[in-house]
């Protein structure tokens, strides 16, 4: 993954960014989700960042997925 063509967008625990990228795809945005612990754990090696992910999207796609997390985000406050 080429840090020219992709940005992160967000990173979380794995409910949120399992809706984030259920947003994006409904949209036509396939985001790509990287996840650490994940890698570390079938490696062979214990992981701090268990169930901690990161969501990246190409460039061209940046504003609507922007648009799309920060809405969750909102919405996820408001109902705390």
Do not use: C, H, W
Not at 17 to 34: A, C, D, F, Q, S
Not at 51 to 65: P, R, S, T
């Amino acid at each position: 993954m080429s840090t020219s063509e992709y940005k992160k967008v967000y990173n979380g625990n794995f409910i949120l960014v399992t809706r984030i990228k259920n947003e994006l795809e409904r949209i036509g945005i396939i985001p790509i989700i990287k996840d650490e612990g994940e890698s570390q754990r079938l490696a062979g090696y214990g992981s701090m960042n268990q169930g901690f992910q990161e969501v990246f999207v190409l460039n061209d796609e940046l504003d609507k997925a922007i648009a799309i997390v920060e809405q969750i985000k909102a919405e996820m406050e408001a109902s705390s």
